[in-house]
């Protein structure tokens, strides 16, 4: 079996997720990494992380660094996704991503018959993560009949009118927003609108709002049809974020000027990094002959990492990236291939390095 610092890794995007992605690498794991971006972080003398200048829009460049590497986590924008896991699949380059985007998503399915390396996109917090503890609890049920998935990514302090700071991208969240959510009702696929279906919720003595995002369960839906009657994911936010964003989508129309929505949000609503991860999932279902039910929940807070502060999306996200990526290099994933999120068991990724950030679900 093989180590993570056996494996030449190429981090594609120098922001605040590949850049956490790097610095745990180097600290969990003592790997080497390139990490590579547009405008790289500049030399630090960090002798783990080299910084790397690269364009992704060109072909030439891109097919030189997959091709000093044998791995690649892409940590890029959504819309980046389809580019670069066709060219790692031409190179032959074990492909990791963390898209929420189900069309990026299905393209990359859609290479993995002829490729020699692994697909492994979703991987992080949701899709990530929530598919794995969703796989886990369905396989907890001899007859499964719901499972509810939910994860919020929001500030501790929502002062504002929309309840709501930024803790990651932009895009992600108007992407996750705009675009038709798969879900399985009554035991069909189907897919149902973003901003749908409030349900409020209250953990620990406090409140929440949540409602259908799109891309959380990746590719659970596929993996358990017929054997759950209904299954979702939504988003957690603080109360009355909803209904300020649907404003803005639907009673402004702003659905249909997403460019616009991008800078409306960019100059209106703060970036913060005073955060938490809420994770909630829910099963119930038929096991050893009566009806039960199954809850994990979690908070999770930011912390330091190599002496920098980290916010809870980074670490859950990069650490979510890093457990799936351990998993490979350690051979217990496919070698080659589309690989879900859902082939990863609870138990072995919480056995991973990175797995310590998640021990709070076990509780």
């Known amino acids: ?138 396989q907890q049920f001899d007859e499964l009949y719901d499972l509810h998935l939910r994860v919020g990514a929001l500030t501790r302090h929502a002062t504002n009118a929309l309840r709501y700071h930024f803790t990651w991208s932009v895009d992600g969240v108007i992407n996750e927003y705009c675009k038709p959510c798969n879900t399985i009702a009554n035991g069909q696929q189907v897919t149902v609108p973003p901003l749908e279906n409030v349900e409020t919720l209250i953990l620990d003595g406090e409140t929440f709002e949540a409602f259908n995002t799109s891309g959380g369960l990746g590719t659970l839906c596929e993996t358990l049809q017929g054997r759950v009657r209904n299954l979702n994911y939504k988003t957690i936010r603080h109360p009355g974020h909803r209904d300020a964003m649907h404003l803005l989508l639907h009673g402004l129309r702003l659905i249909e000027r997403r460019d616009l929505l991008r800078e409306v949000l960019e100059g209106a609503v703060p970036h913060s990094r005073d955060d938490m991860v809420i994770i909630a999932a829910m099963a119930n279902g038929m096991r050893a002959g009566r009806l039960e039910q199954l809850t994990h929940t979690a908070r999770i807070f930011g912390g330091l990492l190599r002496g920098k502060q980290r916010t809870a999306i980074e670490l859950t996200t990069a650490a979510g990236m890093l457990g799936a990526v351990e998993l490979f290099a350690t051979g217990q994933l496919p070698q080659q291939g589309f690989v879900r999120q859902e082939q990863c068991t609870l138990p072995a990724l919480l056995a991973t390095r990175s797995g310590a950030y998640f021990q709070s679900l076990l509780h």
């Open 1 to 138: 079996m093989m180590k993570l610092t056996e494996q030449n890794i190429l981090i594609l995007g120098a922001g605040k997720i590949g850049s956490t992605i790097a610095d745990m690498a180097a600290e969990l794991h003592g790997a080497t990494v390139t990490l590579a971006d547009m405008r790289p972080p500049p030399a630090s003398g960090d002798a783990q992380i080299q910084p790397l200048q690269l364009d992704i829009q060109d072909d030439a460049a891109l097919a030189a660094a997959l091709q000093k590497h044998t791995l690649v986590i892409n940590a890029l924008p959504f819309f980046c996704a389809a580019r670069v896991a066709q060219a790692a699949a031409q190179q032959g380059v074990h492909y990791f991503d963390l898209t929420e985007d189900v069309a990026a998503m299905r393209t990359i399915q859609a290479l993995a018959p002829q490729a020699r390396s692994v697909l492994m996109p979703q991987c992080g917090l949701a899709p990530g993560l929530i598919g794995i503890l969703g796989g886990h609890l369905a």
